[in-house]
């Protein structure tokens, strides 16, 4: 089944919604993820069904056709993120990229029906029970504020498993079950893993499977991020935001430009300088909010952050209302994707304890 987060990436795309579609990118790059994970997982069971099979079975030729599929999936994969890259930068069309994001569709397509195939003609063989325990990598968080990490424990062999006990480290988190039933041939279940984050360094979660016969560990980096460093990224992002403004190409509306009719059109609140002027602001009060925490104010840093926010949004509406105007559409799209992402970071640091 098609995941929609892709679909829905790529249905902007086509309709030339380029910042629709980057504000759905981090969508689509978990979905990516989440497949080369369940990739690597009936991996394991393609190899298995591979080595103790004679070449001329089904079950033999299909596991093979699983690792070519899986193949043509990952390098689906690299291109489309190349071609995003250089979306970002404005060297490749968002119709170029839409059909880049339609051959991964059309490659995890492929992977998941052979992938079926390959767990109905496993249940022919008798593969020990393989358990393969997975979560993301790395959790960000607001320090102070709670975190879940969902984790999957997979049976990816075709015999069952006995009950399994479910451990986590550190003792600061939670894990519910802890035990697991017995796992027949391809059954995955949920674990659920909670805590809060509170240390000023990353902190190691590891969520462990295991019984007598058989066990698999994940591992998770949870890292609480402070109100004071999601500022500085936010800072950062607007530092980064004001370079691509300041590479854009005067338009209509920019009154260095075009004197008295861009000023008809807004003058210093419209075009390209307004928006400079804008994110100009915006960097200096993100200076001034930094202040107040370095102070300890925290409840009126709070309440800048409010404001600022406000203006960032302001940032994003303009640049949208510009794109294929008195700027071009697709640069307007980045515009307005990266002022969102600045809203998110202020969000954050809003909710994150000093």
Known sequence: MTDDRLLAFQDALQRGATGEALDKYDGVETALNEQETTEEGVQVLARAVAQQTDP???ANQTAQQYMRAVT?????????????MSFVTDNVEPQTLAESIGAVI??????DSVASKLRERADNVAVRPILAVSA????TVPKGQTFSITVEATNLGTAP????????SPDSVGVDPTQLPSLSGGDRVTISVSGRATADQPVPVEVNASNDDIG?????????VSKGDYLIEAIEETDRLLEVVGNLESGAGDDSKNGTKGKQNGGSNGGKSGLENKLETVRKRLEKVKTRVERGQT????EKLESVSSLVGTVATQADALGGKQIPEQRAGVVTAEAREIQSIIANSIEANP
Do not use: I
């Open 299 to 302: 409840k009126s840093a709070n």
């Open 161 to 168: 498993t006995d009950a399994l006990d479910v451990t986590v």
């Open 106 to 111: 059309e490659a995890h397509e492929t992977v």
């Open 136 to 139: 993301p990598s790395q959790l």
């Open 56 to 58: 001329a079975t089904q």
């Open 216 to 224: 698999d560990t994940a591992g998770s980096v949870v890292t609480a």
């Open 72 to 84: 043509t999936a990952q390098q689906a994969r690299l291109e489309f993120n190349v071609k995003f």
